[in-house]
Structure formats: structure tokens, C-alpha cells
């Protein structure tokens, strides 16, 4: 049973950078596309960013490109999250996803999304 583990979460100030991670457990995580997704208070869930299998795909929405930066590390059952020039708009819960697929070259920002981390709570206010 796969098992995802989110950290890295913190209070910033606008214009700082964090790095997210998504630590996998139970399953080797190159079986998976990752995806990363974000719910601020009152709004819907957000697909930010993914990562097929084989890392050369990845997708981002408009609001975070050029900022926001996703990698992975399969030796380290590891995915993350780059993010830079925070806005206090990109305060939010931030959530990784694995979705189980064999095709390696492709990633997708929905909710078809296979299992899920808990969080990591990113503040950005000054």
C-alpha cells in the first residue's frame, strides 16, 4: 500500500521560496505519475503541478509557471516541489498524489488520482 508523506511547509514572506517533498513509502514510487495540488480555505482543490514516471513530462498551471518547480527523485521514492516568488495567493494546503499508470510519459491535473498525502501547510504573509 502506497503511503505518502508531505513536508516542507512553513510561513514565508512574499517572494520566498520553499521546497516541498513527498516522501512515498510502501510501494516504489516510479510505478506512479505525481501530482501536486493545493486547497486554500473556502476554494476548491488545485492541480499545481505533475510529473509523469519518467520525469520528462511535466505540466504546471498558468499561475505558478516560471516559479513553481516539480522533480523527481525515484532512487529516493522522492517527489518535489519548487517553489519560488511566493504570493500570499499561493497560501494553501499542499497536497502530493500518485496515480498508478504504465504509461511513462504522462502526467494529468485532475482528481483521478490513486492515493493521497495529509498536507503541508504553506503561509505566505508578511
Known amino acids: 500500500q502506497l503511503q505518502l508523506v508531505e513536508s516542507g511547509g512553513g510561513l514565508v514572506q512574499p517572494g520566498g521560496s520553499l521546497r516541498l517533498s513527498c516522501a512515498a513509502s510502501?510501494?516504489?514510487?516510479?510505478?506512479?505519475?505525481i501530482g501536486w495540488f493545493r486547497q486554500a480555505p473556502g476554494k476548491e482543490r488545485e492541480g499545481v503541478s505533475c510529473?509523469?514516471?519518467?520525469?520528462?513530462?511535466?505540466n504546471y498551471v498558468d499561475s505558478v509557471k516560471g516559479r513553481f518547480t516539480i522533480s523527481r527523485d525515484n532512487a529516493k521514492n522522492t517527489v518535489y516541489l519548487q517553489i519560488n516568488s511566493l504570493k500570499p495567493e499561493d497560501s494553501a494546503v499542499y497536497y502530493c498524489?500518485?496515480?498508478?499508470?504504465?504509461?511513462?510519459?504522462?502526467?494529468?491535473?485532475?482528481?483521478?488520482?490513486?492515493?493521497w498525502g495529509q498536507g503541508t501547510q504553506v503561509t505566505v504573509s508578511s
Open positions: 510529473i509523469s514516471r519518467s520525469g520528462a513530462i511535466t
Open positions: 510502501g510501494s516504489p514510487l516510479d510505478f506512479y505519475a
Open positions: 498524489a500518485a496515480l498508478r499508470t504504465p504509461l511513462f510519459n504522462i502526467c494529468v491535473l485532475s482528481h483521478l488520482y490513486n492515493y
